[in-house]
Nanobody, 122 residues
């Protein structure tokens, strides 16, 4: 079994910062890309940032310069440092891990967390 669990969401004032964490655990053979999506009320889920196991990153234009994604490969954990937060960053943030489980066929697949709420409001 593989689990992906996020933490670190909450309420923050505009201009503030939050750090999200996400860990993939269980019977894992290898982890490829990890990253974050978000979904605001009434909107489609959108990409926020991704990072490969080699450290290459990709960001949505809306968060470039404000958010930083990083990972600890030894812990199968990805982080999202969010600075200069805006009300439009309010959303449920979902973590994903593109990985190969240790049990069963060695096919890569995306595993998702349950989501963590980020609210930016004064």
């Amino acid at each position: 079994q593989v689990q992906v669990v996020e933490s670190g969401g909450g309420l923050v004032q505009p201009g503030g910062s939050l750090r999200l964490s996400c860990a993939a655990s269980g019977s894992i053979f290898s982890v490829n890309a990890m990253g974050w999506y978000r979904q605001a009320p009434g909107k489609q889920r959108e990409l926020v940032a991704t990072i490969t196991n080699g450290g290459s990153t990709n960001y949505a234009d809306s968060v470039k310069g404000r958010f930083t994604i990083s990972r600890d490969n030894a812990k199968n954990t990805v982080y999202l440092q969010m600075n200069s937060l805006k009300p439009e960053d309010t959303a449920v943030y979902y973590c994903f891990a593109d990985l190969i489980p240790a049990v069963g066929p060695r096919f890569t697949d995306d595993y998702w967390g349950q989501g963590t709420q980020v609210t930016v409001s004064s």
